[in-house]
């Protein structure tokens, strides 16, 4: 399994962009690369994924490097239920990979 | 909204004690995990399988066991619970292939071994 670095926090001000980095030097050609986030006293949920090209939802947006070495999550405009902590994954999921959650970055939001 | 459940959401049992956590989901997923978590620390997979009759360990080590003889459903057992099993345990379910990978959580049990 691929391994990851990501901050250990960071800060935000409310409606303001967000971007979360993401190191992942050691990803295989067919790693996915998801983001997941969990919410103070709630289990993780799913943020977005991509394999090459940049992703968009209506969550968030996703960077993903040309060399895929490292990706951005973008939260456009951060709100206080933005509050959590962000996880990058790369995983082989569609064959198989497992997710295997890392530190994260915990997002704190001010108002 | 994700269907999968876990009961029961709290649990307080004594030391030596059999349990059986139960997770299921309706979703029709072939990958299931369980995690394991303890207060503000990250979430370690302790269990996984990519379908019926197929189970691995996860990345932490784990005194528990699993089974998976229906696609909706992968309890957890421990077989003589400890004080050191206190922790809270969260199942999630998956699909396969590159569209619908999107894991789902359930809500978790907090176990609490006296």
């Not at chain 1, 030097?25 to 983001?35: E, K, N, Q, R």
């Not at chain 2, 999968?4 to 004690?17: A, D, H, M, N, S």
């Amino acid at each position: 399994d691929a391994k990851t670095t990501q901050p250990n926090s960071m800060e935000s001000n409310e409606e303001e962009p967000v971007h979360l980095p993401c190191n992942h030097s050691t990803i295989s050609g067919t790693d996915y690369i998801h983001w997941y986030r969990q919410l103070p006293s709630q289990g993780p949920e799913y943020v977005i994924h991509g394999l090459t090209s940049n992703v968009n939802n209506r969550m968030a947006s996703l960077a993903i490097a040309e060399d895929r070495k490292s990706s951005t999550l973008i939260l456009h405009r951060a709100t206080l239920r933005d509050a959590a902590v962000y996880y990058c994954i790369p995983s082989l999921y569609n064959q198989g990979g497992k997710l295997i959650f890392g530190q994260g970055t915990e997002l704190s939001v001010k108002p | 909204e994700a269907d999968i459940y876990q009961t029961p959401r709290y649990l307080v049992i004594g030391t030596g004690k059999k349990i059986t956590l139960e997770c299921s989901q309706t979703m029709g997923h072939d990958k299931m995990y369980w995690y394991q978590q303890d207060p503000g620390m990250e979430l370690h997979l302790i269990h996984y399988s990519y379908g019926v009759n197929s189970t691995e360990k996860g990345d932490l080590s784990s005194e528990s066991t699993v089974s998976r003889i229906r696609t909706e459903h992968f309890p957890l057992t421990l077989e003589s619970a400890r004080p050191s099993h206190t922790s809270q345990y969260l199942c999630a379910s998956s699909g396969s292939g590159t569209v619908n990978t999107e894991a789902f959580f359930g809500q978790g049990t907090r176990l609490t071994v006296v």
